[in-house]
């Protein structure tokens, strides 16, 4: 993560000054979807990055949750969980698919996926190695004074018959120029076309990898519900009286049911997003590891934002219908009805998590959301006396585990596991709500 991004109140005080910006006054727009996000985005949401060391810790990352995923994963059999374990990336580097794919067994599709990765990371590596001794090439114009260069359907329209416009030749030092990209520029395309197939790559090896653990190691004893990993993108839309923008994931994990009419499985709710880049973007720290854009932040903040908002667009529209179901209850105003629904979410509502995945490497990240800072978000204005009295929402990050080592990769896996158990006592606990529920309405039709 970001070095330089605030931590604390105090860091964040420092950083921003006292004057800070507030959804309602910052000069950013919020109709831009989450890929647009910045550092002020950030500022005006009040958003602090916490290095994973958050107290109270994220749910599933408390010494129950983590002793038991950890217990699962050593007790459970299966083919293929030998090479899962020990493995290095020296070893996949050095195997064709076919052999990880026949080795691996049940993590085979997961190795394949990981040898690609590695593969793209090198040949990234050694073509930077390249471009930094080779000279640089110098675009120029043919020297034909009968031949207009650039144009397309952005140049300038060519002066008509007769006219005494000169026809405009671009100038060799304009804004934008091949052989010297020194400054921060907009990326070529055939670097956006580099970078998209690394994020594909590392897509796929995230996802098979999630999808392994999920399936090979939580035990789900339901005929009717499961939870898995899905690579449909998720599409977030933020609504409020400031917020009108959308982002989307890489995939996510979701809980799906089985119809019983047609015995098919669909889904049923979503639980977690997964995030990845192509790789650590723009610098790195002293030790060698990567660090992570401010601008990245931002887009993972939106999408953490975009569940929560999920979370809320779906108990509104419960909220309606149970209402339409008793008229005398309606609230009085709009503001009435989401004030009271903000103050009664719980726990399990309010907790967010987020897979960040750059390259080879996965970590976690997650925040609570606040009901105070629920209903800054849906607020409309603000008085200038409550400035101070602004919430921050506090977003930890474990540390990050390389997928190509054994050790970071086993960590990985108990995390991930961890975190479904946590979904599935929260499942639980909905289950058990809802029997009583049904409980107390069958008691009092019988009254």
């Known amino acids: 993560m970001s070095s330089t991004y605030p931590s604390s109140e105090n860091a964040f005080r420092k950083r921003f000054g006292d004057s800070m910006a507030t959804i309602h006054s910052a000069a950013v727009s919020w109709k831009l979807s989450g890929s647009n996000w910045n550092t002020k985005h950030?500022?005006?949401l009040r958003v602090l990055f916490d290095t994973g060391k958050s107290d109270p810790l994220p749910p599933f990352l408390t010494q129950n949750y983590r002793d038991r995923a950890k217990d699962i994963i050593l007790k459970t059999e299966f083919s293929g969980r030998n090479v899962f374990q020990t493995w290095p990336s020296a070893y996949v580097e050095t195997h064709?698919?076919?052999?990880?794919?026949?080795?691996g067994a049940l993590f085979g599709s997961f190795f394949v996926a990981l040898a690609d990765v590695l593969s793209r990371k090198r040949e990234n590596s050694e073509s930077k190695t390249v471009a930094s001794t080779r000279s640089p090439r110098i675009h120029r114009a043919p020297d034909r004074p009968d031949m207009t260069t650039g144009d397309g359907f952005?140049?300038?329209r060519r002066a008509s018959a007769g006219s005494s416009q000169d026809i405009q030749i671009p100038s060799s030092n304009s804004s934008y120029h091949p052989?010297?990209?020194d400054h921060h520029e907009p990326l070529l395309i055939e670097e956006q076309r580099e970078r998209r197939k690394d994020e594909t790559v590392a897509r796929m090896m995230a996802s098979q990898f999630i999808s392994a653990v999920i399936d090979?190691?939580?035990?789900?004893?339901s005929n009717d519900t499961r939870i898995e990993f899905s690579d449909e993108p998720t599409n977030f839309i933020l609504k409020s009286p400031r917020f009108n923008c959308t982002c989307q994931d890489d995939g996510s994990i979701v809980r799906k049911m089985k119809l019983p009419e047609t015995g098919k499985w669909v889904y049923d709710s979503f639980k977690c997003s997964l995030e990845v880049k192509s790789a650590f973007d723009l610098e790195h720290s002293s030790s060698g590891k990567g660090l992570v854009k401010e601008s990245v932040l931002a887009q993972q903040a939106c999408e953490l934002m975009g569940s929560m908002m999920l979370v809320v667009d779906i108990?509104?529209?419960?909220?309606k219908e149970d209402a339409l179901e008793e008229m005398d209850d309606l609230p009085e105003?709009?503001?009435?009805?989401q004030g009271a629904l903000l103050t009664s979410l719980n726990l399990r509502d309010t907790f967010h998590t987020l897979i960040s995945v750059h390259q080879t490497t996965v970590s976690f990240i997650s925040c609570q959301f606040e009901t105070e800072y629920l209903k800054y978000i849906y607020s409309e204005s603000l008085e200038h006396n409550e400035l101070d009295d602004i919430p921050f929402l506090f977003i930890s990050k474990t540390k990050d585990y390389d997928l190509a080592e054994p050790k970071d990769r086993l960590?990985?896996?108990i995390l991930l596991v961890a975190l479904v158990l946590y979904f599935q006592d929260e499942d639980e606990e909905v289950r058990s709500e809802g029997y009583r529920d049904c409980k107390e309405a069958s008691d009092y039709d019988m009254e």
Do not use: M, V
């Not at 064709?96 to 080795?103: F, I, P, S, V, Y």
């Not at 090979?216 to 004893?221: A, E, G, N, V």
């Open 42 to 44: 950030l500022e005006a």
């Open 96 to 103: 064709a698919h076919k052999e990880l794919r026949q080795e």
């Open 154 to 156: 952005s140049s300038p």
């Open 179 to 181: 052989g010297n990209d």
């Open 216 to 221: 090979l190691f939580t035990d789900q004893c």
């Open 315 to 319: 108990l509104q529209e419960e909220a």
């Open 333 to 337: 105003s709009r503001d009435e009805d």
């Open 411 to 413: 960590q990985a896996a």
